[in-house]
């Protein structure tokens, strides 16, 4: 979808209603889930595996389902968040830890995901938390238009990007983030996409099944000496969203010798923070690539 599509819609749905934006993403969001094969295939592979009783049918229903929610975060963004027609309620636990990483100078490594909705998340913890200083990995979407429009839209609410080409990023990106964390900043990034073959990983597993996860956000962490937390928001009701930060995840290995044991053990208590979400919010699941290691059982439709 090109900007100025987008923009045109919001300018109109301002006139006639959320009514007409919801409409018109909807219609394109069906179109997608029947032409786009693989990742529809993905979508309803992920509910066999989340719902393995409940047959096949209601695979493609949930996965259905999934791709009509999705329109609901552009709406979110674009009519609430860039343009602030309608603020957004929401709820915040856990915010203290995300202070005290600030105010004791550890920083922090914030694992965000494909779960609810990082862009409403990442203006709702500036807007809740604005002395925080926010820097966010992002993949560099060259062709998408869209996603440049909402790069620009957070780094003017003071979230300093950074923004990765998924063929790989330099070094400086990571000595970049480290010396951020270092000053007690917040690096931000996703935890559960592989973004290219031959991307360093640390294997878990998740709704039972062996999966692949970046390993960068624990490098990260060892290497500025600060804690992970696990950050999710969901969307509760039309313009309503729940936001939650866990406790901080300390990687500390005694040697050398026992990081790896480290950071598996901490890429598995996030799979294990990312099952239970899904569990709760299943519906709210927009990651639309096939997450599990390829080869690994699927559970029969």
């Given amino acids: 979808m090109k900007n100025r599509f987008f923009h045109i819609l919001v300018r109109l749905s301002r006139v006639f209603g959320p009514w007409l934006f919801s409409l018109v993403a909807r219609g394109i969001a069906a179109g997608f889930f029947l032409l786009a094969r693989d990742r529809r295939r993905a979508s309803v592979a992920f509910y066999g595996t989340l719902f393995p009783q409940k047959g096949v049918l209601h695979a493609h229903r949930c996965a259905w389902r999934q791709f009509l929610g999705f329109t609901d975060l552009f709406m979110d963004h674009y009519l609430s968040v860039e343009d602030d027609q309608r603020p957004i309620a929401y709820s915040f636990d856990g ?3 995300l202070e005290a990483a600030h105010t004791q100078g550890t920083g922090c490594v914030l694992l965000m995901s494909h779960m609810g909705n990082w862009q409403v998340a990442a203006h709702m913890l500036k807007k809740d938390l604005p002395e925080l200083p926010l820097m966010l990995y992002m993949g560099q979407a ?3 238009q869209i996603e440049r429009r909402q790069k620009a839209v ?3 609410a003071g979230v300093r990007i950074v923004a990765v080409d998924e063929s790989g990023g330099s070094p400086f990106d990571i000595v970049e983030g480290v010396r951020f964390l270092r000053e007690g900043g917040i690096v931000s990034l996703t935890g559960d996409r592989i973004w290219r073959p031959g991307q360093r990983s640390v294997g878990a597993t998740l709704l039972g099944r062996p999966i692949q996860l970046p390993e960068a956000p624990y490098i990260l962490s060892l290497m500025g000496g600060a804690p992970l937390i696990f950050f999710f928001a969901f969307r509760t009701g039309p313009g309503r969203y729940h936001i939650s930060a866990s406790p901080p995840h300390h990687l500390t290995p005694a040697s ?3 990081r790896t044991a480290a950071i598996r053990a901490a890429a598995q208590s996030y799979a294990d923070a990312l099952e239970a979400a899904v569990r709760a ?14 080869g ?3 559970p029969p439709a």
Avoid: C, G, V
């Fill in 256 to 258: 050398r010798r026992e």
């Fill in 154 to 156: 957070l780094a003017d």
């Fill in 296 to 298: 690994s059982e699927t």
């Fill in 95 to 97: 915010s203290e830890h």
């Fill in 142 to 144: 060259q062709k998408q």
């Fill in 281 to 294: 919010h299943p519906l709210q699941w927009y990651h639309f690539d096939d997450i599990f290691t390829p």
